[in-house]
């Protein structure tokens, strides 16, 4: 096995890892927006360092990557307390799969901002994307029950399915910013790009807690800290796959790879029920995550 190969596997690991610690997050102890906020701080710390001690171009900002970089890390900070939010309302296997998912967002966008052609596979892709976020909510109304318990409107009408969408809109737009990185001409730029988008985020996140929030706890310390090195683990180790990994081979299996890892874990782990109609959404979400990487 090739050390890109090796660099792929660490990958997967990694972003599984994330996955796995946000449902570790999900503790009545951890805060999202403080989960988010150290997550993002760390994550800068780390990136910077890397990119000053590894990264040819060093610590050189040109005006769109900070611009682009600046959008995609708002984007980031708010997708992530979204997410964490509405992790509290529901399962890590379904949510995972639907931020996941989001990969839809950039490619529909490539096809109609950027005039790139889309193919039958596209298409199908995109169809199974839709389909599987359906049957992730009809997995999630099967564990609603009719009538909430003294009138908590929480328990009456849930509000997973919302804040999910929103995640994964908004992933899927912080997705788009490396699209836009590329096709201003400032693809050599990515590690610089990531710096902004991790303290950007920081900062946004920062501002919305600032006044609202007390300090964070031990627990969100360690927790989000462990998030931020598999979050920075999984971004060094594919972009360096990449390198003597074709894409077609990396994408879906980072992508399938850590999804089925996070699924496996939320089964057998932390016990998650799914029902025969979620199931059949999580086959259709990473079929649609593999038809797109590969096509």
Not at 82 to 89: E, I, K, V, W
Not at 115 to 122: F, I, P
Not at 147 to 153: C, E, K, L, S
Request: glycine share 12%; with cysteine; net charge positive.
């Amino acid at each position: 096995m090739t050390v890109g190969y090796l660099l792929l596997l660490t990958s997967l690991a990694a972003f599984g890892m994330l996955g796995i610690f946000h449902k570790i997050a999900d503790h009545p102890g951890c805060r999202p927006k403080m989960i988010a906020v150290i997550l993002l701080f760390w994550g800068g710390v780390m990136t910077t360092l890397y990119t000053a001690a590894a990264n040819a171009k060093g610590l050189v900002f040109p005006g769109p990557v900070l611009l682009i970089g600046s959008c995609g890390g708002a984007l980031c900070g708010l997708t992530l307390f979204g997410f964490q939010t509405g992790l509290r309302l529901g399962k890590i296997s379904t949510s995972w799969l639907i931020l996941n998912l989001s990969i839809g967002i950039p490619i529909l966008l490539s096809v109609f901002l950027f005039g790139e052609k889309v193919n039958v596979g596209k298409i199908i892709g995109i169809l199974l994307v839709l389909a599987a976020v359906v049957m992730m909510w009809m997995d999630k109304r099967i564990d609603l029950p009719p009538t909430g318990a003294d009138g908590d409107p929480l328990l009456n009408k849930s509000k997973w399915l919302p804040l999910m969408l929103l995640s994964f809109a908004g992933n899927g737009l912080a997705m788009s910013c490396q699209k836009v990185l590329v096709e201003v001409k400032q693809g050599d730029y990515v590690w610089q790009f990531y710096i902004v988008v991790y303290w950007s985020g920081f900062i946004v996140m920062l501002l919305l807690s600032a006044l609202r929030e007390a300090w964070p706890n031990r627990r969100e310390y360690a927790t989000a800290f462990v998030m931020a090195i598999c979050s920075v683990i999984g971004n060094i180790s594919m972009t360096t796959a990449l390198k003597s990994v074709k894409g077609t081979v990396a994408y879906p299996v980072n992508s399938g790879g850590s999804l089925s890892l996070v699924v496996l874990v939320g089964v057998v782990f932390f016990r998650e029920k799914i029902h025969p109609v979620g199931m059949a959404g999580i086959v259709c979400g990473i079929s649609a995550i593999l038809i797109l990487a590969l096509t």
